[in-house]
């Protein structure tokens, strides 16, 4: 028995193997390529640092610093944190050597290149993104099996809820504010997907795109029948300009969301089904 497991584990690891040399193109276009699976990396967004991790422990045993943000596992909580997008730490980064940085951002790529670093840029944005760079990981890991048992698994999750949701009598409009600038989420991203799948009607035009900076007036415009806020600045929103007025600040129809559930908001990963239930509960407090 013993030995037909060795054996097993022996042809699974040859298989995974025999994919590299691996060559990938990423998000901002540029080629990298992978000679063998990357066994110490650094992830500096959360969503890649979550899913890593959800492809097994042993995946995410490979992380060896993540960006401040990244809290989720556990088990990452107390890795070095190399800063984030604003105040990145490249010279920690470069120390630790690992054979594969994820970024979000090329502002640190020219300096880690200069180390001999082999650097991945992934923007997620949408609600495909969360599959394909669940894909792209599973593929750099050599845990491609991994990645498609993951995948299902958070496509079956969704698919449940959206399922509960769509008893709801009603879609409400929807506004989403990330921020207090305003940012907010347009109806092609993930966030505008899950508004879709909870059963909402998001008040963003989809030619403003996924994340864009709005004017105030446009939501005095659409009227939003709910509110959703993933920002500490609630109080502001009723002190706007007119917008006292709005249906959902009449109907006290204000969502917010701060720590873990902002987290579960925001991050296009592997959490993404709880970030939708969030959004059920909101809309339809019926269906609770």
Same mark, same amino acid.
């Given at each position: 028995?013993?030995?037909?497991?060795?054996?097993?584990?022996?042809?699974?690891?040859?298989?995974?193997?025999?994919?590299?040399?691996?060559?990938?193109?990423?998000?901002?276009?540029?080629?990298?390529?992978?000679?063998?699976?990357?066994?110490?990396?650094?992830?500096?967004?959360?969503?890649?640092?979550?899913?890593?991790?959800?492809?097994?422990?042993?995946?995410?045993?490979?992380?060896?610093?993540?960006?401040?943000?990244?809290?989720?596992?556990?088990?990452?909580?107390?890795?070095?944190?190399?800063?984030?997008?604003?105040?990145?730490?490249?010279?920690?980064?470069?120390?630790?050597?690992?054979?594969?940085?994820?970024?979000?951002?090329?502002?640190?790529?020219?300096?880690?290149?200069?180390?001999?670093?082999?650097?991945?840029?992934?923007?997620?944005?949408?609600?495909?993104?969360?599959?394909?760079?669940?894909?792209?990981?599973?593929?750099?890991?050599?845990?491609?099996?991994?990645?498609?048992? @993951?995948? +299902?698994?958070? !496509?079956?999750?969704?698919? $449940?809820?959206?399922?509960? &949701?769509?008893?709801?009598?009603? #879609? /409400?409009?929807?506004?989403?504010?990330?921020?207090?600038?305003?940012?907010?989420?347009?109806?092609?991203?993930?966030?505008?997907?899950?508004?879709?799948?909870?059963?909402?009607?998001?008040?963003?035009?989809?030619?403003?795109?996924?994340?864009?900076?709005?004017?105030?007036?446009?939501?005095?415009?659409?009227?939003?029948?709910?509110?959703?806020?993933?920002?500490?600045?609630?109080?502001?929103?009723?002190?706007?300009?007119?917008?006292?007025? @709005?249906? +959902?600040?009449? !109907?006290?129809?204000?969502? $917010?969301?701060?720590?873990? &559930?902002?987290?579960?908001?925001? #991050? /296009?990963?592997?959490?993404?089904?709880?970030?939708?239930?969030?959004?059920?509960?909101?809309?339809?407090?019926?269906?609770?």
């Amino acid at each position: 028995m013993k030995r037909t497991l060795f054996v097993l584990l022996t042809l699974l690891l040859g298989l995974a193997l025999a994919q590299f040399p691996l060559t990938l193109t990423d998000d901002q276009g540029r080629t990298i390529t992978l000679q063998k699976p990357p066994q110490r990396i650094v992830t500096m967004l959360p969503s890649a640092t979550e899913t890593i991790c959800s492809l097994s422990e042993a995946a995410c045993r490979r992380i060896v610093a993540t960006d401040q943000f990244s809290n989720w596992p556990e088990m990452v909580r107390n890795l070095p944190k190399a800063g984030g997008l604003i105040n990145p730490n490249p010279e920690l980064i470069v120390a630790l050597k690992p054979d594969l940085v994820i970024v979000n951002s090329p502002r640190i790529v020219d300096t880690l290149e200069r180390a001999g670093l082999t650097v991945y840029i992934t923007r997620p944005q949408t609600y495909a993104d969360i599959f394909r760079t669940a894909r792209v990981y599973g593929q750099m890991l050599g845990m491609r099996a991994e990645a498609e048992r @993951l995948v +299902a698994r958070i !496509q079956a999750e969704v698919f $449940a809820l959206e399922s509960q &949701a769509a008893k709801a009598k009603e #879609r /409400p409009t929807v506004y989403y504010e990330i921020d207090p600038t305003p940012y907010t989420a347009g109806p092609s991203s993930f966030i505008g997907t899950l508004i879709e799948k909870a059963r909402g009607q998001n008040i963003i035009p989809a030619e403003l795109g996924n994340f864009p900076k709005i004017s105030p007036e446009l939501v005095l415009q659409r009227r939003p029948q709910v509110i959703v806020v993933t920002h500490p600045e609630v109080a502001a929103i009723k002190n706007r300009p007119g917008w006292a007025a @709005l249906p +959902a600040v009449q !109907q006290n129809r204000i969502c $917010a969301f701060s720590g873990e &559930a902002t987290d579960l908001l925001s #991050r /296009p990963g592997p959490r993404v089904a709880q970030g939708l239930r969030l959004l059920i509960g909101c809309f339809h407090p019926e269906l609770r």
